[in-house]
């Protein structure tokens, strides 16, 4: 959606001044980010995708200074610690022209779990898991 204007005016000697229609124009369309789950809503990939708009960029045939905004609020969870956020980016000029673009930041969870603070080689000599089967949790000391 892109708004611009147009004016005429007249002057006291009946000549037409006509000022230059201003159009905001969406460059680059907001792109969707897919993060892999950091266990703590991954805060600092969110908020530089919000800042950055979601790499959106607009420009002004007039140069007119822009504003982005947006509309996030919050994650809509999925399982665990994964979610998503449609978002709206909206660009607007101080002539009231506005446009905007839509974009999902997701977190998924495709790592699979991993166990630490077990040797990375496991013996049976160890003097708590002699006489041990490989499924039965040993004490390391």
Do not use: Y
């Not at 229609?21 to 969110?46: F, K, M, P, R």
Request: glycine share 6%; charged share 10%; proline share 4%.
């Amino acid at each position: 959606m892109i708004q611009s204007f147009s004016n005429t005016k007249e002057n006291s000697n009946s000549l037409s001044n006509i000022f230059q229609a201003c159009n905001l124009i969406l460059d680059t369309q907001a792109s969707n980010l897919t993060v892999e789950c950091d266990g703590n809503g991954n805060i600092a990939q969110l908020n530089n995708w919000l800042n950055t708009r979601g790499n959106a960029f607009a420009i002004s045939s007039c140069n007119a200074p822009i504003t982005w905004t947006h509309n996030f609020t919050q994650l809509t969870p999925l399982c665990g610690n994964t979610g998503f956020a449609t978002v709206t980016f909206t660009a607007t000029d101080n002539r009231g022209n506005r446009v905007q673009t839509i974009a999902t930041f997701t977190i998924e969870d495709n790592l699979a779990p991993s166990i630490v603070g077990f040797p990375s080689t496991i013996s049976n000599n160890q003097p708590s898991c002699v006489g041990t089967t490989a499924f039965k949790f040993c004490i390391f000391q």
